[in-house]
């Protein structure tokens, strides 16, 4: 179960970060509410992971998530370069998380 949320909580952490992107271009409560909860969301989920999960796995994984999650949506959503190099270092980040797992004791 701490795997499921911490997982969630990167996907949050991604949501997040969209969030930001939103709040610059339409500056509004709904915007600013969705960003804090989203956020809020991460914190709570990463916080119960790192009851079972070791803090610098945890740690190393979500930030991954969050990180590749949001070079992705900024691709997909915000016409960010889609250079294959860019995608390469994506998956190198996401290939680091999944080992971690893979070699955690959790």
Request: net charge positive; proline share 1%.
């Amino acid at each position: 179960m701490a795997w499921i949320s911490l997982v969630l909580a990167g996907l949050f952490e991604m949501f997040g970060v969209a969030m930001i992107s939103r709040l610059h271009e339409k500056r509004n409560w709904q915007s600013l509410a969705l960003l804090v909860i989203g956020f809020g969301a991460s914190f709570v989920l990463l916080s119960y992971a790192m009851e079972t999960i070791p803090m610098g796995t945890a740690y190393a994984v979500w930030t991954g998530i969050g990180a590749s999650g949001g070079a992705i949506l900024g691709m997909l959503f915000y016409g960010e370069s889609k250079d294959w190099k860019r995608i390469v270092f994506i998956a190198m980040i996401l290939g680091a998380a999944i080992g971690l797992k893979l070699v955690s004791s959790s």
